[in-house]
């Protein structure tokens, strides 16, 4: 097999996973709206409702733009992290297994001067608060949601599992001096470890102050946590053209499933995930599963023409391309093989 067969094959498995989960989550939609009139729920959808969630969507990404800036500690412009965050999104709706998020932060970190990893880890930060939120508010709607006790092991893994993450970081983060002596002592190829990784681990570090900065965390997490209600009032504003007299718990339900849903590494743009996540909490609250799935849909269409304008948008501004990706990697892999050989 030539080399470039090999690197075709190692780009297919890495598709694979997501693409096969996605397959197995359309399977599922298919099957359980089977003999169901999804095209008459669809034409049912209120065009006006379609437009509310559109501008709707924007202030929410705005929003999660503020909540970002905050997590960054204000060092980076609220443009350049409204069309990163953008960027992201746009990226994770054409490449599978979220690799929007290392796309944001190549462009965020180069724009900023601040470095990929730097901003890598406030992603990271970030994830983690959506996940705490999530499973926050799957814990305290699943007393109120009938014959669905068995997702609450799922819930508490998840807030346990984020939890005990974030407390690691924040000890590597105030034990940050006494691991770059670690590193520094290693003899493993000290001019690697001197020249490459403690760069980076500075950088991480540097990212991380949102965990060690009572003020700034506090900020963080509550932009999070506005983000978050946004969200909640948007999914039950949904589910309310379905069932009128809906509890504005139901939006929480619906937007904590949904998001555990994604988390899952899947096919661009989360297809079938998505919709199976929100189809499945509709079917949870005793919603039709034709219409459920005819907003879900909608929803997910939104979502992507969203953040697909103003990530292309920011995309075009800052003169950025898909190339532009692969060519800071490229630049790493070339200095870390000429600092290999200056130690040969």
């Known amino acids: ?16 996973p997501g693409v096969v989960i996605s397959a197995i989550a359309i399977y599922a939609i298919i099957h ?19 437009i509310f969630l559109i501008a709707f969507s924007v202030v929410t990404l705005l929003v999660r ?22 960027e992201g999104y746009f990226l994770n709706n054409l490449f599978p297994l979220r690799a929007g998020e290392v796309g944001r932060a190549l462009f965020v970190g180069k724009a900023s001067g601040l470095g990929m990893m730097h901003i890598l ?26 014959g669905a006790e068995w997702i609450r092991p799922v819930a508490f893994i998840a807030f346990v599992g ?18 770059q002596a670690w590193i520094q ?28 900065h009572p003020g700034q965390f506090f900020l963080s997490f509550m932009w999070i946590g506005i983000n978050w209600t946004m969200w909640i009032v948007m999914y039950h504003a949904t589910v309310a053209q379905l069932a009128p007299q809906a509890p504005i718990w139901w939006g929480g339900f619906i937007g904590s499933i949904l998001s555990l849903g994604v988390a899952i590494p899947a096919a661009p743009a989360s297809v ?9 909490a509709f079917a949870i609250l005793g919603v039709s599963n ?42 790493e892999q070339q200095e870390d093989q000429i600092a290999t050989s200056e130690e040969h």
């Not at 079938?272 to 499945?280: F, I, M, Q, R």
């Open 290 to 331: 034709s219409a459920g799935l005819a907003y879900a849909i909608v929803l997910h269409l939104v979502q992507i023409v969203v953040t697909t304008t103003f990530g292309l948008w920011g995309m075009i501004r800052d003169g950025r391309s898909f190339s532009s990706l692969l060519a800071p990697l490229m630049e």
């Open 121 to 146: 880890s406030t992603i990271l930060i970030e994830r983690a608060f959506d996940i705490i939120f999530a499973a926050s508010i799957l814990l305290i709607t699943l007393p109120l949601v009938v």
């Open 32 to 50: 359980f709206t089977e003999g169901q009139d999804f095209s008459t729920a669809l034409r049912s959808v209120n065009p006006w409702f379609v």
């Open 162 to 179: 984020v939890i005990a993450g974030l407390a690691f970081l924040f000890f590597v983060s105030i034990n940050r001096q006494k691991l």
């Open 185 to 212: 002592n290693r003899d493993l190829r000290p001019g690697f470890f001197k020249q490459r990784v403690l760069p980076q681990v500075n950088k991480l570090m540097d990212g991380l102050s949102a965990l060690v």
């Open 65 to 86: 733009s503020i909540a970002w800036r905050k997590i960054l500690g204000g060092q980076v412009p609220l443009k350049t992290c409204f069309f990163g965050v953008s």
């Open 1 to 16: 097999m030539s080399p470039s067969q090999r690197g075709n094959a190692r780009k297919l498995l890495r598709w694979l």
């Open 272 to 280: 079938g995930v998505y919709e199976a996540s929100v189809v499945g």
